[in-house]
């Protein structure tokens, strides 16, 4: 009766092993087949609808809210021209070195200075004269707030926070 039952076992086993290779093999197929298998295999089914809102439409729609995006603009500075905004977006860096989104050619500022995290985190890299927001030293992150201060520099930006 044991061997029975450890015979059953291992043919259940076996079976088990030869399933999940199939399922293996079907899945590669698939995707080997790319597109095209996946096209068949939608045939008789209904597509679904998306919900998703282009970014275009997104961004008119919070326009005609009347909500904008956070940036900082320029105070007063030696290199920039005062009231040139800078959106943050996804994030925006700054310093003397020619891979970053705002280039500020001044002795003071660090090749990569700060970096602005979005919605509007600062966060130092290690700069040399410091980052300063509302005339205090940043050390590491600090959060901005709408009509903060931003200074790098001899630059001074005004933080425009989310509406």
């Known amino acids: 009766m044991v061997q029975q039952l450890l015979l059953l076992g291992q043919l259940v086993f076996v079976l088990l092993i030869y399933l999940f290779v199939w399922r293996v093999v079907r899945g590669a197929r698939g995707d080997l087949l790319g597109a095209a298998g996946a096209r068949r295999s939608m045939r008789d089914q209904d597509a679904q609808e998306s919900t998703i809102i282009p970014a275009a439409d997104a961004l008119a729609a919070r326009r005609a809210a ?14 920039l021209r005062p009231g040139v905004p800078f959106t943050i977006g996804g994030g925006l860096s ?46 590491g992150r600090a959060t901005l707030r709408s009509g903060d201060q931003l200074q ?5 930006f005004r933080y425009e926070g989310p509406r």
């Open 152 to 156: 790098v520099g001899s630059t001074i």
């Open 94 to 139: 700054m310093g003397r070195a020619d891979g970053n989104d705002v280039l500020l050619d001044d002795q003071v500022v660090s090749s990569r200075h700060l970096r602005i995290v979005p919605p509007g985190t600062v966060v130092d890299e290690g700069s040399t004269n410091g980052t300063f927001v509302n005339g205090t030293r940043v050390t």
């Open 66 to 79: 009347g909500l904008t995006d956070p940036r900082l603009v320029v105070q007063s500075s030696d290199v």
